[in-house]
């Protein structure tokens, strides 16, 4: 006597697709690519603008090792280095500020975060990342200078930047962090490794590819912020390298001053250091990149 124990079981089948269900998945694959091609056509058209009138600047050698010290604005002479050298040091140290409390708020919230605390801090990093780049600068400007009476310099600009940086670096950590599986965790637990060794070495790393990528899109995101450098921070023609006085240029802002420039020579600087922006935030892209695929790779 057999039962239906006994009997073999059948594979679930998929059902035959419908001819009108193929036509929807096609038009709407169509309608999908077409939108893509039609955002990418003013994104390929600007880019081609700003190489072909900013390539005459950046090819020259002067371009990156000289300043603007002593140059008349109708003079094609001197390049963008000291602006360079302002937007690196001013990114640079908004990453130092904003990266571990970044990181620290994203382990909170995905590790420990209960109750009142971890509600709040999640409703101040969705305030800040909504916040305008000039209510940040004028809240600088307001509590850096207007209250503690500190100058203009490049660290308040970096300050405005933090702000700006650390919605970013804790929303890409903190999805990052929960990508981790679980059992990755309770392994460890299992061990007998306490919960802030098993972040430490465990978690953490697993997570750091996706991490860094994060860190290094948010830099490049605050880069070409240009109300910041307007607010609290004046031009200079030459380089500055006291963060905490004086002037200091950077790309935006040397953009900003030379559109006042009525001659041939200051258009010329626009499109070369906006064409250097943008090369300077490629190349942090394919940085980010990079390190995504070698950690990856080594994990």
């Known amino acids: 006597m057999t039962t239906t124990l006994d009997k073999p079981v059948k594979a ?4 035959h697709v419908s001819p009108a269900r193929r036509i929807r998945n096609n038009v709407a694959t169509a309608v999908v690519w077409g939108c893509f091609l039609i955002a990418l056509v003013p994104l390929l058209w600007v880019l081609f603008v700003v190489a072909q009138k900013g390539i005459d600047a950046v090819a020259s ?5 000289k300043s603007q ?3 008349l604005p ?4 001197g390049g963008v280095y000291h602006a360079i050298y302002g937007t690196l040091v001013q990114s640079a140290i908004a990453a130092v500020i904003a990266v571990p409390l970044g990181i620290m708020a994203a382990v909170y919230l995905v590790e420990y975060g209960r109750g009142w605390l971890a509600k709040t801090t999640t409703f101040m990093v969705d305030i800040l990342a909504g ?7 004028l809240f600088v400007f307001a509590f850096w200078i207007g209250t503690f009476g500190f100058p203009q310099s490049a660290f308040a600009v970096s300050l405005a930047l933090v702000l700006l ?4 670096v804790v929303r890409s950590s903190e999805e990052m962090l929960k990508l981790v599986p679980d059992e990755l965790r309770e392994a460890s637990y299992a061990l007998g490794i306490p919960k802030w060794k098993t972040i430490v070495r465990i978690v953490v790393p697993t997570a750091a590819p996706g991490m860094i990528s994060g860190m290094l899109l948010a830099v490049a995101r605050v880069m070409g912020e240009t109300a910041p450098v307007l607010v609290l921070v004046g031009y200079s023609k030459s380089i500055n390298f006291d963060v905490t006085n004086g002037n200091m240029a950077s790309l935006p802002l040397l953009m900003y001053q030379e559109l006042a ?9 626009v499109w070369g250091a906006a064409l250097t922006l943008i090369l300077i935030i490629a190349l942090l892209y394919l940085a980010a990149a990079a390190v995504n695929k070698l950690l990856t790779r080594n994990r």
């Open 12 to 15: 679930p089948t998929f059902r």
């Open 131 to 137: 916040v305008p780049s000039i209510v940040a600068a």
């Open 69 to 71: 010290k002593g140059v």
């Open 74 to 77: 109708d003079q094609t002479d």
């Open 261 to 269: 420039n009525p001659e041939a020579a200051g258009r010329a600087r």
């Open 165 to 168: 940086m650390l919605p970013v």
């Open 61 to 65: 050698l002067d371009w990156w090792t």
